[in-house]
T-cell receptor, first 110, second 114 residues
Framework: SQQGEEDPQALSIQEGENATMNCSYK?????LQWYRQNSGRGLVHLIL?????REKHSGRLRVTLDTSKKSSSLLITASRAADTASYFC??????????FGRGTSLIVHP | NAGVMQNPRHLVRRRGQEARLRCSPM?????VYWYRQLPEEGLKFMVY????????ESGMPKERFSAEFPKEGPSILRIQQVVRGDSAAYFC????????????FGPGTRLTVT
């Protein structure tokens, strides 16, 4: 079964709006990572957040982690059409191999 | 510095044939991971290898699938006697150190079994 599950499955917004995606997981983790996948391409690493961190920023990306709720969120501010992609969270679930969820499909309309 | 390279990008095999997928990790990376992705699904871990060693193959089907990462040359994922259910995108990733760490993904090989 999936360790991390993203929500929503799909998100459609206008350029300039913010996009928020959530990830829930079941077992304790050491790290949680977010990746992006453009259609037909490999995954690109976005951010790694450790279990003792609560928030991390990278450019227009903001990731939060709430280990008490076993959840994380990815916020993309001022979205652009080029942000259109699928976004996956990956948790290590106590082992060291990241386990990926099914992803959130984000469409940003110009 | 070239990224992770996979070839072929697309592979079509008839049922019963063998499929060989190749992955060259990023320069300086000695850790390789193979994942399988079905349409509309996330990536499913298959196997983690270091040079000449299989570290974790817990996600690999017990039959027909094998992987290697020789001292010289690319990592190979081999699927014998392919069936239609093997049709998927197979991604390879590499890292410079032991996990947990950022992984760098290749563009994938899309296998179609007819």
């Amino acid at each position: 079964s999936q360790q991390g599950e993203e929500d929503p499955q799909a998100l459609s917004i206008q350029e300039g709006e913010n996009a928020t995606m959530n990830c829930s997981y079941k077992t304790s983790i050491n790290n949680l990572q977010w990746y992006r996948q453009n259609s037909g391409r490999g995954l690109v690493h976005l951010i790694l957040i450790r279990s003792n961190e609560r928030e991390k920023h990278s450019g227009r990306l903001r990731v939060t982690l709430d280990t008490s709720k076993k959840s994380s969120s990815l916020l993309i501010t001022a979205s652009r059409a080029a942000d259109t992609a699928s976004y996956f969270c990956a948790t290590d679930g106590g082992s060291y191999i990241p386990t990926f969820g099914r992803g959130t499909s984000l469409i940003v309309h110009p | 510095n070239a990224g992770v390279m996979q070839n072929p990008r697309h592979l079509v095999r008839r049922r019963g044939q063998e499929a060989r997928l190749r992955c060259s990790p990023m320069k300086g990376h000695s850790h390789v991971y193979w994942y399988r992705q079905l349409p509309e699904e996330g990536l499913k871990f298959m196997v983690y290898l270091q040079k000449e060693n299989i570290i974790d193959e817990s996600g690999m089907p017990k039959e027909r699938f094998s992987a290697e990462f020789p001292k010289e040359g690319p990592s190979i994922l081999r699927i014998q006697q392919v069936v239609r259910g093997d049709s998927a995108a197979y991604f390879c990733a590499s890292s410079p150190s032991t996990p947990p760490t950022e992984q760098y993904f290749g563009p994938g090989t899309r296998l179609t079994v007819t």
